[in-house]
């Protein structure tokens, strides 16, 4: 058994530097929990209906982007590399098709390479890969609205875009670009990064806004709710994964017959339920996957007996499994709690974090 503890940046991240060669800015891509985690149905589209309230840790993945010169004639080049040697670096992942979705959104090209410091689990339910795809939005958004490192990109007609963008993109973008050529400072906003981010993956809207918020629809409509940082949590990734589709039909859920998103009442007793402490939490927060994860993986239920007899009053899975985290009421029963698993037979990775709003 291994024990990791958050690994912190000490360079400050976000922090654009440039000069004649390259364009470079480094990112924390923030894991995330689910608190609650509901299941509505499935919708006519064939995903499925969520209700789940999510919160960002400390726990991160280093994102590093480096933009080069590229000839005018050049077409754009996007490089992944990580020190993960079983993560794709292809269009299979998430990080490189958020840089592709995002230059092709706004009519640019560019010699990009994404470097990812993996220290999020894969296929863990904390979405790792999510949170790597929001930071790279992030990151190219700050390199763009820079007016230094915006010369490492170049526009493009939107005539040479694929036909299937819609017509209000090419307006937006065209607009954006017009604005440059006037020598105004175009500004590429965190609402045009969420509209892209939905088209990207569920849960990449939501690293993007990050904190404590509850998200509905696929994961792209999200409500902030009151912050739940700072509160010490203990990770436990087994080592089996769970692929999130299968997950899904395990759950053989009903069509979806209505749709109703939470109104001001709802958001306010979700707040009243997280301010009145862990106690209440367990027992108005539940996750819909629980019963098929643990029927396919009963000894997992060991687990979870094993952090409630160190003291939590908080243990769940996170997404559809199969990490589990436990929320303690201090540091100091966290660390306690951690020492005794540490003495146990549980194959896999124990990870002591805490939750926490955007880093940056």
């Known amino acids: 058994m291994n024990k990791i503890h958050t690994i912190f940046s000490n360079q400050q991240a976000n922090k654009i530097r440039v000069n004649h060669e390259q364009a470079h800015c480094k990112l924390r891509a923030q894991a995330k929990i689910n608190l609650s985690l509901k299941i509505l149905g499935k919708r006519p589209d064939n995903y499925h209906q969520l209700h789940s309230i999510m919160q960002t840790l400390a726990l991160h993945d280093i994102v590093e982007l480096t933009l ?68 790279v939005l992030r990151g190219l958004a700050n390199l763009y609205n820079n007016p230094q490192s915006r010369l490492f990109f170049q526009p493009i007609s939107s005539a040479s875009q694929n036909n299937s963008q819609s017509t209000s993109d090419v307006i937006d973008s065209t607009h954006l670009l017009q604005n440059k050529s006037r020598n105004q400072n175009p500004i590429i906003s965190q609402a045009k990064l969420l509209e892209i981010a939905g088209k990207i993956g569920a849960d990449v809207s939501f690293c993007l806004h990050r904190g404590t918020a509850l998200c509905e629809g696929i994961g792209e409509i999200i409500s902030p709710l009151d912050s739940f940082s700072e509160r010490p949590v203990l990770i436990y990734n087994p080592p089996e994964t769970i692929l999130t589709a299968n997950a899904f039909n395990a759950l053989n859920a009903h069509p979806l017959t209505r749709l109703k998103l939470a109104n001001r009442e709802t958001l306010n007793n979700y707040n009243q339920i997280i301010s009145t402490g862990l106690k209440s939490m367990n027992k108005y927060f539940s996750n819909d996957f629980t019963s098929t994860i643990l029927y396919k993986h009963p000894h997992l239920q060991d687990i979870c007996h094993a952090f409630c007899q160190t003291g939590s009053q908080f243990v769940r899975f996170t997404g559809s499994g199969p990490t589990i985290f436990a929320i ?33």
């Open 68 to 135: 080069k010169p590229l000839n005018s004639t050049a077409e754009t080049n996007i490089s992944l590399i990580s020190n993960n040697c079983n993560l794709s670096c292809g269009m299979e992942n998430i990080a490189y098709r958020s840089a592709k979705l995002f230059l092709e959104h706004f009519h640019l090209k560019a010699n990009l390479t994404i470097s990812l410091i993996k220290n999020i689990s894969l296929a863990a339910g904390l979405a790792g890969g999510s949170a790597n795809g929001a930071a």
């Open 328 to 360: 303690y009421d201090s540091y100091t029963e966290r660390d306690q709690a951690l020492q005794l698993l540490e003495e146990s037979d549980f194959p896999g990775k124990f990870t002591a974090t805490y939750t926490k709003d955007a880093w940056d």
